[in-house]
Nanobody, 128 residues
């Protein structure tokens, strides 16, 4: 069993930055593909970014490319999402997710059904 706990959400003005963290329990964290998803009010869950076990491969939604960066520290069992140049449309609850299967491609990492474990989410609000 893996538990994921997100932190770092909050309220910022457009153009600002936030860094989300996701702390994972479990000794096999370094084997997992990790992803970030988000859900805005009245909308479905949307892929944001994903990273493979080593951190050497990443995948991003077109809407966040060049503004968001996903990274991980396997020694700390933590994955991060650095969010810069935030826009009001980035407002959402952000969820961390873990795929225990470990197989990563840029396309498959974007599919929420691949992820076994989910955090409770952290709210990000961007005002104009």
């Amino acid at each position: 069993q893996v538990q994921l706990v997100e932190s770092g959400g909050g309220s910022v003005q457009a153009g600002g930055s936030l860094r989300l963290s996701c702390a994972a329990s479990g000794r096999t964290f370094s084997n997992y593909v990790m992803g970030w998803f988000r859900q805005a009010p009245g909308k479905g869950r949307e892929f944001v970014a994903a990273i493979n076990w080593s951190g050497g491969r990443t995948s991003y939604a077109d809407s966040v490319k060049g503004r968001f960066t996903i990274s991980r520290d396997n020694a700390k069992n933590t994955v991060y999402l650095q969010m810069n140049s935030l826009k009001p449309e980035d407002t959402a609850v952000y969820y961390c997710a873990a795929d225990s299967g470990g197989f990563f491609t840029i396309v498959t990492a974007q599919r929420p059904e691949r992820y076994d474990y989910w955090g409770q989410g952290t709210q990000v609000t961007v005002s104009s």
